[in-house]
C-alpha cells in the first residue's frame, strides 16, 4: 500500500480518482505457514476457524495500473517475515512491550 501511495504521488497523474490496490488472495493455512516460517516457536500455537469471510477472492487493480504504472507487489511471505523482524526489534529496543 505504501509503495502504491508513493508511486501516486510522484506520477504525473491530475485529479483526484479511487482506484482498487491489487493483492494476493491467502489462505489461512498460508498465513500460518509464513508465520511458522518466519517464526519457529510459534508452530502449532496458532489456531483458527476455518471459515471462508464474505470477501471478493480478487479485485480489479487495472484503473491503478493504467493511471501511475504496475506497483510492485512484496510477496506475501516477505511481507510476514519483514513485520515480523520489525516487532523483534521494537521489543529488543524497548520501544514495544512485549
Known amino acids: 500500500m505504501a509503495r ?6 510522484l506520477s504525473e497523474y491530475e485529479g483526484a480518482s479511487v482506484h482498487n490496490l ?10 500460518v505457514a509464513a508465520i511458522e516460517a518466519a517464526a519457529p516457536p510459534a508452530a502449532s ?8 469471510l464474505p470477501f471478493p ?15 510492485q507487489e512484496l510477496p506475501f511471505e516477505q511481507g510476514v517475515a519483514d513485520a515480523i523482524d520489525r516487532f523483534r ?7 514495544l512491550a512485549s
Open 4 to 9: 502504491a501511495f508513493v508511486q501516486a504521488a
Open 22 to 31: 491489487a493483492g494476493q488472495a491467502i489462505s489461512m493455512d498460508e498465513v
Open 45 to 52: 500455537l496458532i489456531g483458527y476457524d476455518d471459515v471462508t
Open 57 to 71: 477472492e480478487a479485485v480489479d487493480a487495472a484503473s491503478l495500473t493504467a493511471a501511475i504504472g504496475p506497483v
Open 89 to 95: 526489534r521494537l521489543v529488543a529496543e524497548g520501544r
